[in-house]
Every structure is written in C-alpha cells, then in structure tokens.
C-alpha cells in the first residue's frame, strides 16, 4: 500500500517512517509538510539519508488521493481538522495522531485545547484507536483518532476493572510520568538542558489536555460520569511514560483473582503484558517498541488498588499504534512491522 505522513518534521513523523519502512505491506511513503515542502528529509534527520531520502511535498487533498491509500496526520492540534472533512469525501483511509477528533463535542475540546475543531457531526465519524481495546470498531473506520500518549498508558490500565463493582470509581487518582519528548520538537525553555537536567517538576495540574479524553472513554464504559484526579510530571529522560493508578476498594479481593482478570481482559493482544508480581514495570522494559506493561498491586492496609502501567510515549503512545492500526484496518497481522524487541539498555 501507499502512506502519505503530515508533519513530516516532527517525532511522531519520524517514528511512523522508522517503522513504516520496514512493513512488508507499504511500498511507497509520501511525505507532506507545509513549512518544509522542497526539504529532503535526511536534511531534517540525517540518520535516514539512506533509508527513506525523499523530499517533502505541500499537501493537497487531489494529490492524496491520486496517490495515497492512508494518510496519517502527525500534527499538532487544529490542524487535521481543516483537511478531513473533505478527505472524508474520497475512499482514503485516515489516521490522526493529533487529539483533534478523540473528544465527541467540540465545546469540551476548545474548553481543554484552547482551539477550534471540527463540527460534531464529523467528530461523530471518528472511531477511537484504543488498538488493544476496540479492534472490532477500528477494522471498519475510515477515520481513526489515535490516543494520546496518557490516555493510552491510563485506559489499559483501568478499563479492564472500571466497571466492576469491587472498585470507587469517584476515587481515581492518576499519577504519570513522562520524558522531554513528549513535549515535542520545538524549542522552549522548559526542556533546556540547564532547566530540565537533574529536575523534575508537574504540570498542567488539574488542566491537562488528555483529561477528557480518559473520562470520556472511561464512563463509556460504566455508562456514568466519571471524574479523575490526572496530574502529570515531566522527568528527566528522553522517550517513556510511567502511569501510577490508584482506586479505592470497595469489597475484599485477592491479588489473584484481579491479575486473572487482567490476564483474561488481554489474553488475545501481542502488545500488552500483564507482569507478575515480582516484576514491576520499568520505561526501560518497552522502549522503542509497541508494548504496553502492567503490574497490579492489592494494598490491603489502605484497601486500595494500585496499577502501574508503561509505555513508550512516541510508539504505543502514538506511532507504534497508529501503525497497529492500520494493521487492522487492512487486515494484516497485528504486529506487522512492529513485532521488534525493545531497546536495552
């Protein structure tokens, strides 16, 4: 098949060709930029000069759909909007890794993203790429909004036991962790070596963007308003995100019984590993690979259950399950083209 990557400049461009060169299954890659069209993109990233030298091209629906079977957006937010609407029109198959289609009413996006995005009535199209949770739902989608990197690392962490009635849903309180990368390539003082190296600080407190986006996807589930407590904190290291769970308990139950539960929830998916109990998870453990890990953890002094979860945020937080997607979408085995080990040390 042919793919066509917007944005083609930044991490989650780069990660998609990284792996999308090695998929049996692709034979062409379109790049398309707006702000560096006529720029080879070995220009941009060296370490590709021989891999995939093409230079990036303006993006325009005619030439997509001349020469594109699926096109991902790596964009920042308010961007894929303008352009899918009138995709939506032609056979082309998309893939958003922006948010600007995770969240079903546009007033609750402009309240969080502080932008404009498209009507509800397209919104409504898109089917959420939650890869590991609704793989039925994303093999008939035209248009698949990828999850943000939290949601991802805190869905697969928490849907499996949302709506069982052991747990306080009112007593969620996420904590994650994650790398400068998730901030992005562009320049800012708060990812300077001098301010970040040796630090660690949160932030968006209580406002972060991907807030919604967990509660939406959580009460779908337990079909009533669920409201969380997310705060997120930039640390030091490059690629990761690390999601600390905590729910209240409302019944006893063993450790046992809850690590069954998860183990059957997962039983038929390549890329989430439910540890033992001897094994806490480690960013190390999936980074540069699609994998998500899992430890559960039953506090019997304080009658809580904690749930750790890991990913790496630039492959299962977006491009590693954006191409687990198109897997699906096309019918092609799951792990094609991302079935590799991750990087240690």
């Keep these: 098949m042919r793919v066509g990557i917007v944005g083609g400049t930044g991490y989650g461009a780069v990660e998609l060709m990284r792996f999308l060169t090695n998929h049996q299954a692709v034979d062409k890659i379109y790049l398309y930029s707006q702000s560096k069209q006529g720029t080879y993109i070995s220009d941009v990233y060296p370490h590709l000069a021989s891999i995939i030298n093409v230079a990036m091209e303006e993006l325009t629906v005619d030439h997509v759909v001349k020469h594109v079977d699926v096109l991902f957006f790596a964009t920042p937010p308010a961007v894929s909007y303008q352009w899918i609407p009138a995709l939506l029109e032609t056979d082309v198959k998309i893939i958003d890794l922006s948010g600007d289609?995770?969240?079903?009413?546009?007033?609750?996006?402009e309240a969080w993203y502080k932008k404009t995005t498209a009507s509800r009535d397209y919104l409504k199209q898109a089917v959420y790429g939650l890869a590991d949770v609704y793989p039925d739902k994303i093999k008939q989608a035209q248009l698949i909004a990828n999850p943000g990197c939290y949601p991802t690392a805190t869905l697969l962490g928490l849907l499996p036991i949302i709506d069982k009635s052991f747990i306080d849903v009112d007593s969620i309180i996420v904590d994650g962790k994650t790398g400068v990368s998730g901030a992005g390539r562009s320049l800012s003082q708060g990812v300077h070596y001098?301010?970040?190296?040796?630090?660690?600080?949160?932030?968006?407190?209580?406002?972060?963007?991907?807030?919604?986006?967990?509660?939406?996807?959580?009460?779908e589930k337990t079909e009533k308003s669920i409201f969380i407590n997310f705060t997120p904190h930039i640390v030091p290291m490059t690629r990761g995100i690390l999601v600390t769970m905590y729910v209240n308990l409302t019944a006893a139950i063993s450790r046992d019984t809850v690590q069954t539960l998860y183990e059957s929830?997962?039983?038929?998916?390549?890329?989430?590993?439910?540890?033992?109990?001897?094994?806490?998870?480690?960013?190390?453990?999936?980074?540069?690979?699609?994998?998500?890990?899992?430890?559960?953890?039953?506090?019997?002094?304080?009658?809580?259950?904690?749930?750790?979860?890991v990913i790496d945020n630039l492959v299962k937080g977006a491009s590693g399950q954006a191409i687990q997607n198109m897997n699906l979408l096309y019918g092609?085995?799951?792990?094609?083209?991302?079935?590799?080990s991750p990087l240690y040390p």
């Excluded at 289609?101 to 996006?109: E, H, I, K, N, T």
């Excluded at 190296?197 to 009460?219: C, D, Q």
């Excluded at 001897?278 to 904690?306: A, F, M, W």
Aim: with cysteine; hydrophobic share 35%.
């Design 194 to 219: 001098a301010e970040m190296n040796e630090n660690m600080r949160a932030y968006a407190v209580g406002s972060h963007k991907h807030t919604p986006e967990i509660e939406r996807f959580l009460a």
């Design 101 to 109: 289609f995770r969240l079903d009413d546009p007033a609750v996006y």
């Design 332 to 340: 092609l085995n799951e792990t094609e083209g991302l079935n590799l």
């Design 265 to 309: 929830f997962y039983k038929e998916r390549a890329f989430v590993r439910v540890k033992e109990n001897h094994s806490l998870p480690e960013t190390k453990h999936v980074y540069g690979s699609n994998y998500c890990d899992l430890h559960i953890t039953v506090d019997q002094r304080t009658n809580r259950l904690i749930i750790v979860s």
